[in-house]
């Protein structure tokens, strides 16, 4: 792979690296531009070291090149800060347009994984939207007020409610939604469009 990558133009590979301590180490003395990374890598894996490649040096990217195509994997490599995700079996051209295209500041994403992005996708968004519904009208009410940083006092004087009511809205809605803080809340109330940056 090294091989192929400096016989094409524009790619210069300047370091390999055989674990996740290693890639920091090497990443930090010659400066790449892209870094390919395994997931399954031994003293830490691909996941956390890119967690922390992202955090030390934001410019650097990321791709990931696993044979994982499942959704966990996928999700977890864009949240710790990927750019793109390759499976081992792709073409070496295509390992080539992925570089380019993340180097030019796209995300890239493998075509054999990218239906398993829209089936996670559409399996969170109809779980949230059936989730919904088995809220009451009130407290769906609580949800949105709760969601744009309401307290519970003013949630009381907004919906001429008691405090103590309130607080039952609002345990009902972690009960039901399955919540187990308010961050949980947050999230699901951006993702499900009740509420918007």
């Given at each position: 792979?090294?091989?192929?990558?400096?016989?094409?133009?524009?790619?210069?590979?300047?370091?390999?690296?055989?674990?996740?301590?290693?890639?920091?180490?090497?990443?930090?003395?010659?400066?790449?531009?892209?870094?390919?990374?395994?997931?399954?890598?031994?003293?830490?894996?691909?996941?956390?070291?890119?967690?922390?490649?992202?955090?030390?040096?934001?410019?650097?990217?990321?791709?990931?090149?696993?044979?994982?195509?499942?959704?966990?994997?996928?999700?977890?490599?864009?949240?710790?800060?990927?750019?793109?995700?390759?499976?081992?079996?792709?073409?070496?051209?295509?390992?080539?347009?992925?570089?380019?295209?993340?180097?030019?500041?796209?995300?890239?994403?493998?075509?054999?994984?990218?239906?398993?992005?829209?089936?996670?996708?559409?399996?969170?968004?109809?779980?949230?939207?059936?989730?919904?519904?088995?809220?009451?009208?009130?407290?769906?009410?609580?949800?949105?007020?709760?969601?744009?940083?309401?307290?519970?006092?003013?949630?009381?004087?907004?919906?001429?409610?008691?405090?103590?009511?309130?607080?039952s809205h609002k345990q009902n809605i972690f009960d039901k939604l399955e919540?187990?803080?308010?961050?949980?809340?947050?999230?699901?109330?951006?993702?499900?469009?009740?509420?918007?940056?």
């Amino acid at each position: 792979m090294a091989d192929f990558l400096n016989d094409t133009a524009d790619i210069d590979v300047v370091a390999q690296a055989g674990n996740g301590h290693e890639v920091l180490e090497k990443v930090k003395s010659s400066q790449p531009d892209v870094v390919l990374m395994d997931i399954e890598m031994p003293r830490m894996n691909g996941i956390d070291t890119t967690a922390a490649l992202h955090k030390a040096f934001p410019d650097i990217k990321t791709i990931a090149l696993s044979m994982h195509d499942e959704q966990p994997y996928i999700r977890s490599m864009f949240e710790a800060g990927a750019w793109g995700y390759l499976l081992k079996n792709c073409a070496y051209d295509q390992l080539g347009t992925a570089i380019n295209q993340v180097y030019n500041g796209k995300k890239y994403l493998d075509n054999d994984v990218s239906g398993s992005i829209i089936e996670d996708y559409l399996e969170h968004f109809s779980w949230g939207a059936k989730k919904q519904t088995e809220l009451s009208e009130r407290e769906a009410e609580v949800l949105k007020l709760l969601a744009e940083g309401s307290s519970v006092r003013e949630i009381s004087d907004t919906l001429f409610i008691s405090v103590k009511t309130v607080g039952s809205h609002k345990q009902n809605i972690f009960d039901k939604l399955e919540f187990g803080n308010m961050a949980h809340l947050f999230k699901f109330a951006f993702k499900n469009g009740i509420v918007s940056l």
